[in-house]
């Protein structure tokens, strides 16, 4: 990914780390970062499995976003780029 996630961007107030958009960066975060990892180490099945974990708590998370604030939903997955 050629632009870097600010997950400063995401909190909603100082110290928030629990909130559903700053959840959904930093799993998209990590998740960059360990598909590159999975480019290097093919075979490193282990990761593979953490990574799909990290997959579907981030569609959870975005699905909830979706429910309960469309437009939010919207500008999250644009400034993340997210192709959902």
Request: proline share 1%.
């Amino acid at each position: 990914m050629a632009k870097e996630i600010n997950l400063a961007e995401y909190k909603q107030h100082e110290g928030d780390t629990g909130s559903s958009p700053y959840q959904v960066a930093l799993l998209t975060k990590r998740i960059v970062e360990l598909t590159d990892h999975l480019n290097i180490h093919t075979k490193d099945f282990s990761s593979r499995r953490g990574l799909l974990k990290m997959v579907a708590v981030r569609r959870k998370h975005l699905d909830y976003i979706k429910a309960h604030n469309e437009e939010g939903y919207q500008k999250l997955i644009e400034s993340l780029g997210l192709r959902r």
